[in-house]
């Protein structure tokens, strides 16, 4: 089957996700700076980089195939949280996280024959987590390179007590909103 989009990441569960509603796909990553700008609120914060990605794998691909990408950050409160830079941002992190409700947000980008974004929004509540568990989880490897420090889909799904929004948003590539831009774009998923 022919490709239908190119994404831009190199994130196992996007893969997933995408292979889960059969989209044939090739991976291309691409490596943006993605530190907040200045008083940048959290939902620009999350449009701007799916943006910036996908306007830059399209560039460096030079290609007529759709481009997909997509930023997830963890938000509580007013602090975005992405990626843990080290053990202990990600300790931090999950300390943070633990009793709390937060928001993630997923925002996904998709350069075809123009530029359509949409953007979930998920409230997830966090059990207390007591400090063994936060350090074993680390131990894990699964917070290394989780909006977060964390990974509804895998072992961190334990922690989570309660989700109103999309799952799959969480894990990293909303479907449903994903779906639509597809539609959008005219790309067919049940063929």
Not at 70 to 93: H, R, Y
Request: glycine share 8%.
């Amino acid at each position: 089957m022919p490709v239908q989009i190119i994404l831009a990441s190199a994130s196992p569960r996007r893969k997933e996700l995408l292979d889960q509603i059969k989209v044939t796909y090739d991976v291309y990553p691409v490596d943006i700076d993605e530190t907040p700008l200045p008083d940048e609120r959290p939902l620009d914060y999350v449009q701007r980089l799916a943006a910036e990605k996908s306007a830059a794998c399209r560039e460096q691909l030079n290609t007529e195939i759709p481009v997909l990408a997509a930023d997830t950050a963890v938000i509580l409160g007013s602090l975005i949280m992405g990626k843990p830079k080290d053990k202990a941002d990600a300790l931090a992190m999950l300390s943070q996280l633990s009793g709390q409700t937060h928001l993630v947000y997923s925002a996904v980008s998709l350069r075809g024959h123009e530029h359509s974004q949409a953007v979930s929004i998920t409230e997830v509540t966090f059990r207390r987590l007591t400090e063994r568990e936060i350090l074993d989880y680390w131990h894990t490897g699964e917070p290394v390179d989780k909006a977060g420090g964390y990974a509804i889909q895998g072992m961190g799904g334990v922690f989570v007590e309660s989700i109103k929004g999309s799952f799959s948003g969480v894990a990293g590539l909303p479907l449903f909103e994903t779906a639509e831009l597809f539609s959008k774009q005219g790309i067919e998923l049940f063929k």
